[in-house]
């Protein structure tokens, strides 16, 4: 039997109440705000749903209302007092209290239209998987409060990233933005991992249509809009607790987590799991998102549901918009890639996702960044991580002693990060890489508060600070070096492109309310940082070598495994051609904390000419010997440097 979902461009209003005698809908004009009265509102009898038990609908054409716009919530069982807002409704309205609204023209429901068919002009294709950087945004972030507030306040909307930073996004280089939760949640001034409202905006970012015109721009732009989507749990002010608690929700369930929120019921009810579907094809019918990124997919713990979601949200994106790409990730902290492939151990033999969160990247790239990474005797060498690391060939789980666990085939499989959201288990780098230079050389305490201070006051910090921060810089593009580079689909927090730091602690809730300071881009190296990771960025969309799966390794330092040893190591992302040849990417790293002002690699292109991408923000030589097929360059301490061929 179909969701009753109601169908597109329709005049029905349907809900489920299983429970109730009676449903009514009571409604008053928009225009009758100044008369304010809902016990006074029209009320108007729904009728049982023929074929659908639970469910209740009306026809709102059937009323004879005058042209207009109206608000409107649900009475169950005469109860008044507590009225109930539509858990489908399309558009919202807050005062005293939440209530959804419809529109008539001429008798008719009136479905507010949006114009698409400009959304792609003429030259402009959107990126496959393979071709992305995605840009992590919170919404709210994207804009601060104003420079006298000592404490950060998000104050974004959907038109201010639209005018104030979608193009800065696209000289950037970027080419898929993922949106923190923008469906309507409780949650706006954090991160919004609780929804209320599954089929409408944020009211606090702006109205559907906002939203809609922002994804449009993006595509008109070139660039591509996934969602991030919440379906482990939703808000309690969830409309569907109220209407059909028992039929949606389960308050506790072994090895679930509903994070603050109530937990979706999967296991033995079809409710949850369809209504998900169709909020999935509605966010592809009527915003055109070209993905979905599934948060909390450990909690969620129904394959089958996961697996179903992906494959209706499929049909319906290849249906609208045949050939356009598409893409669902999973936001998996067990580290599961076998999701993404298909396996007779998986429900109907299918995979469940396209793409999972890569942890284990987070987690060693963040080590090898700062030489933190170590083994024991019997796990996996530093040599064998490092090429798990940057090929995807296998991850390592730290977890109970270590071992080494499946990696990817398809470099869309995997979602690299070093830095996202959730700083909590992963600080911006500037923080983590400024903070312990200033610890080091005994400067400061190098917390949030004191790295904050730094910046603010940078003109009267003494040298050595002043030194330390422009280590911190380089070190800071080498990282983005390497996450550009290696093999997976690179994703980045915003702000990370040029250095920003913390303006609250990051392992307190309000973390989630430390927005953006984009007045930082303008400190001393910091521009320099952006102009660096900008041509990052353009190499990984731009290079076919960096989009491919290939990548060879053609240096390793001999004593790389030893405890003290050079950390100097080199790869190509090989385009699927022999060593030495044209259109290939090579990145040499040295990740320890010696300091070569020469440093000898061999060198097959050494009959090409090549060219250095986003160099050294200070200083750095290299030189090609022909004669001997090496490369002599320097090489600072945590310095990875790219080469083009």
């Not at 225009?31 to 304010?36: L, P, V």
């Not at 974004?156 to 000289?171: G, M, S």
Request: charged fraction near 25%.
């Amino acid at each position: 039997m179909a969701y009753p979902f109601p169908p597109p461009n329709s005049s029905l209003l349907r809900i489920p109440s299983p429970d109730a005698l009676e449903v009514h809908l009571c409604f008053a004009p928009l225009s009758d705000r100044d008369k304010f009265n809902p016990s006074q509102w029209r009320r108007e009898p729904l009728s049982r749903l023929p074929g659908q038990a639970g469910w209740w609908e009306i026809n709102v054409t059937t009323l004879a209302l005058n042209d207009g716009s109206y608000e409107y919530e649900f009475v169950i069982n005469q109860d008044r007092a507590n009225p109930v807002a539509d858990p489908f409704a399309d558009e919202i309205t807050r005062f005293g209290g939440y209530r959804g609204i419809f529109h008539i023209k001429a008798g008719q429901r009136e479905i507010r239209s949006f114009r698409w068919d400009d959304e792609l002009p003429a030259g402009i294709t959107l990126p496959n998987n393979n071709q992305i950087v995605i840009y992590e945004m919170p919404v709210r972030w994207m804009v601060s409060g104003p420079a006298e507030l000592d404490r950060q306040v998000g104050l974004a909307t959907f038109d201010k990233v639209i005018f104030e930073r979608l193009e800065q996004l696209v000289d950037l280089g970027i080419n898929t933005i993922e949106l923190l939760p923008v469906q309507d949640s409780p949650d706006t001034v954090n991160w919004g991992y609780g929804t209320r409202f599954f089929f409408t905006a944020d009211i606090d970012m702006g109205t559907p249509i906002d939203l809609k015109y922002f994804v449009k721009r993006c595509h008109q732009l070139g660039v591509r809009v996934l969602l991030d989507v919440v379906m482990n749990h939703a808000s309690w002010q969830c409309p569907l607790q109220r209407l059909a608690k028992n039929e949606y929700f389960i308050e506790q369930q072994d090895g679930r987590d509903g994070w603050g929120g109530i937990l979706f019921r999967y296991d033995d009810n079809d409710s949850a799991r369809e209504f998900h579907c169709a909020m999935g094809e509605y966010w592809i019918r009527e915003y055109h998102v070209d993905g979905f990124r599934l948060d909390e997919f450990k909690s969620i713990k129904n394959y089958a549901f996961v697996q179903a979601f992906r494959e209706s949200a499929w049909q319906e994106h290849q249906s609208l918009f045949p050939g356009r790409p598409f893409l669902i990730i999973a936001e998996d902290s067990n580290r599961r890639f076998e999701i993404t492939r298909d396996s007779q151990s998986h429900p109907n033999g299918r995979k469940m996702v396209d793409s999972i969160w890569n942890f284990a990247y987070r987690d060693d790239a963040r080590k090898l960044l700062t030489n933190q990474l170590s083994t024991s005797f019997g796990q996996a060498s530093r040599q064998e991580r490092i090429r798990m690391l940057i090929s995807g060939s296998g991850t390592w789980d730290d977890y109970g002693g270590g071992s080494i666990r499946e990696g990817y085939a398809d470099l869309s499989q995997s979602v690299n990060y070093i830095v996202s959201h959730d700083v909590k288990d992963g600080a911006r780098m500037m923080n983590e890489l400024f903070g312990a230079l200033l610890r080091l050389r005994g400067l400061g305490n190098g917390s949030v508060e004191d790295i904050r201070y730094r910046l603010k006051n940078f003109a009267s910090q003494p040298k050595a600070v002043t030194d330390a921060h422009s280590e911190a810089l380089e070190r800071c593009r080498s990282a983005m070096a390497l996450l550009l580079t290696s093999v997976g689909i690179p994703m980045f927090l915003a702000g990370e492109e040029f250095g920003d730091v913390h303006d609250l602690l990051p392992w307190e809730d309000t973390k989630m309310s430390d927005p953006v300071d984009w007045e930082r881009r303008n400190l001393p190296g910091h521009r320099q940082l952006l102009a660096s990771v900008r041509q990052l960025i353009r190499l990984r969309t731009g290079a076919s070598a960096l989009q491919r799966n290939e990548v060879a390794f053609f240096h390793m330092h001999p004593q790389i495994d030893q405890n003290e040893g050079t950390r100097v190591f080199a790869f190509c992302r090989t385009n699927g051609r022999t060593i030495g040849s044209q259109d290939q990417v090579m990145v040499i790293a040295n990740l320890g904390s010696q300091n070569f002002s020469s440093y000898d690699v061999p060198w097959p292109w050494s009959t090409r000419s090549v060219a250095e991408i986003a160099p050294p923000l200070v200083g750095g030589s290299l030189q090609v010997n022909g004669a001997q097929g090496k490369l002599t360059l320097s090489l600072q301490p945590f310095q990875v440097r790219v080469i083009q061929s």
